[in-house]
């Protein structure tokens, strides 16, 4: 399975992402998400960006909330809805809102 | 091109979770995908005609109507919309209502579907 | 003649939010979906509760004593009535202490011939490997 999963949240309240291991996995950070890619509590960035995948952050999201490209981890690559739109349809095949 | 199912849960003013369902139709359709939108539950609310477009409130109202112009298929749970009291006639022309069977009979020949929950 | 499946997957609580209600609704709606097919289409529903979902299960639920809402309990029902597939994680179940005497098991009242199932998460995931397209709840 190639999972592009979105995370919405930046208090996430489920465990799921943690226990999926599809064969290909993104995390697109939309909405509150936005913060696992900017925000570093005590120092450590989010613990989501540790994960085995590879990170996206929509930049509509980060300028709402007043954030920018030089506020996102080295790891996350800043992209707009019609990168979404790409990315859902050319390389993963399955979603999931979390 | 292919065919996206959007399935929005959430309701019109509040998480902006419809606003970004909104705009990823809206951008899907500019690049020549087939788009179907489902509302159910509290996303119900998206269907009711005469929104006003307070700039303190999500407005989708007239981005909806553009894109149903140009070729979005939207829908809402007609049984979710009549428990919140949102009747037929305040529905916004074009929005259609049917019962949950639609949303999955719009999942059977879409490329990908991607479902929003709501609250 | 082609087969869409779908999984419902179930990762909250009920009655805060809608939204585990929904998913067993609109899981169940697979049965009346053929009207809007050509013949011999099909939408197939797995429903999974994992997580806190697990909570879904619990037997006697009184919603509708207390409330006058049709219970989680009663939609879980129904599903196993219409023969849905309807899984458990049992690793969840363990963690809050559950066993399958807490939880609904069967419809035996309504006459459905399917029970839930308890499973390991690992057969979840091979249930989301399995379907077209998944739908988190």
């Known amino acids: 399975m190639k999972l592009a999963a979105f995370v919405s949240d930046y208090r996430l309240n489920v465990d799921t992402l943690d226990r999926l291991n599809p064969e290909k996995l993104c995390i697109i950070l939309v909405q509150n998400g936005v913060y696992h890619a900017t925000t570093k509590e005590k120092g450590s960035p989010s613990s989501l960006l540790q994960k085995t995948a590879d990170f996206y952050v929509l930049i509509d999201d980060l300028q709402t909330r007043g954030l920018g490209n030089a506020d996102v981890a080295d790891n996350v690559k800043v992209i707009s809805y019609s990168d979404i739109v790409d990315l859902i349809f050319n390389e993963y095949d399955k979603t999931a809102w979390l | 091109m292919g065919k996206l199912t959007i399935g929005c849960f959430a309701s019109l003013v509040g998480s902006m979770s419809l606003d970004f369902a909104v705009k990823l139709a809206g951008t899907a359709m500019e690049k020549g995908h087939k788009v179907d939108l489902w509302v159910s539950g509290n996303g119900t609310m998206l269907s009711i005609k005469g929104q006003r477009a307070f700039k303190d409130y999500s407005f989708l109202e007239g981005p909806l109507k553009e894109l149903m112009a140009k070729g979005l298929n939207v829908t809402a749970c007609e049984a979710c919309a009549e428990a919140r009291g949102y009747h037929k006639e305040n529905t916004m022309e074009g929005f259609k209502r049917h019962s949950m069977d639609w949303y999955l009979a719009s999942t059977f020949d879409a490329d990908r579907v991607l479902h929003i929950g709501g609250e | ?137």
């Open chain 3, 1 to 137: 003649m082609a087969t869409t499946k779908l999984g419902f997957i179930v990762q909250r609580p009920g009655y805060k939010s809608e939204n585990p209600k929904l998913a067993i609704t609109h899981a169940i709606a697979s049965q009346s979906v053929e009207v809007y097919l050509n013949e011999g289409d099909v939408v197939t529903a797995d429903i999974a509760f994992i997580g806190d979902g697990v909570l879904n299960c619990k037997k006697d639920q009184k919603a509708m004593d207390l409330y006058k809402l049709t219970s989680t309990e009663t939609h879980i029902k129904m599903s196993l009535l219409l023969d849905l597939n309807v899984l458990v994680c049992k690793e969840d179940l363990d963690r809050f202490g559950l066993t399958e005497n807490d939880i609904v098991i069967d419809a035996e009242e309504f006459g459905a011939e399917v029970t839930v199932k308890v499973v390991p998460f690992t057969d979840i995931t091979k249930m989301m490997e399995e379907v077209n397209h998944l739908l988190f709840f």
